[in-house]
């Protein structure tokens, strides 16, 4: 059974930092995965996209990269903001649908 | 990216009463929908993967009589939350998976609260 893990859970940094969220998976049988933002009450936004044939995606800030031998990808967030302040959700496309890890709520204080 | 609306944003409603949601891709076809729902502080449960033209494929656990879905057409699926309770309250997200890359699109959710 996929499974899929974030760490931290929780997050708190300073405006300016550099930060990295992980994310785990136990199959390495998985099509793409993707990274979200979710505010609270709202749907999910994503944020970048990386097939099994990738090793990393770029937007902006946002570096995504993807390791299937390790079961690892990284969400690495440059110079951060006060409005990037959410939860991040990372979540593998496996057997014709998306895995969801339990999410990172970050906090980026002014 | 791609879009996603839902409708109604939020409804309230008295116990034992219907509620139907609507989840539309605004600017793609989207031939698989999914639908979810949020608990406060939790991650997404996957409730249903809607086929447009054929039945639902509900997970373990999900009762299909209760939560009906129907994917009429390429652009539209709906969830008909049927005589609701209390415990249903929760938060209802819809998706809709793009081609060819299989992303997904999310839609702002719908918060269903019942009396």
């Known amino acids: 059974k996929q499974e899929v893990t974030q760490i931290p859970a929780a997050l708190s940094v300073p405006e300016g930092e550099n930060l990295v969220l992980n994310c785990s998976f136990t199959?390495?049988?998985?099509?793409?995965l993707q990274w979200f933002r979710q505010d609270p009450g709202k749907g999910l936004t994503s944020l970048l996209l990386?097939?099994?044939?990738?090793r990393e995606q770029t937007s902006g800030r946002l570096n995504a990269s993807l390791d299937k031998s390790s079961g690892r990808s990284t969400l690495y967030i440059a110079a951060s903001q006060p409005g990037d302040s959410a939860t991040y959700l990372c979540?593998?496309?496996?057997?014709?649908?998306?895995?969801f890890g339990s999410g990172t709520r970050l906090l980026v204080r002014p | 990216g791609a879009v996603v609306s839902q409708h109604p944003s939020w409804v309230i409603c008295k116990s034992g009463t219907s509620v139907k949601i609507e989840c539309r891709s605004l600017?793609?076809?989207?031939?698989?929908m999914f639908w979810y729902r949020q608990f406060p502080k939790q991650s997404l449960m996957l409730m249903a993967t809607?086929?447009?033209?054929?039945?639902?494929?509900?997970e373990q656990g999900v009762e299909k009589d209760k939560f009906l879905i129907n994917h009429a057409s390429l652009t539209l699926s709906t969830l008909t939350v049927t005589s609701a309770h209390p415990e249903d309250s929760s938060f209802y997200i819809c998706?809709?998976?793009?081609?060819?890359?299989?992303?997904?699109?999310f839609g702002p959710g719908t918060r269903l609260t019942v009396l």
């Open positions: 998706s809709a998976r793009g081609w060819p890359d299989n992303e997904q699109f």
């Open positions: 199959d390495s049988a998985i099509y793409n």
């Open positions: 990386i097939q099994s044939s990738q």
């Open positions: 979540a593998f496309f496996s057997s014709y649908k998306l895995i």
């Open positions: 600017d793609f076809q989207a031939t698989t």
């Open positions: 809607s086929n447009e033209g054929s039945k639902a494929t509900y």
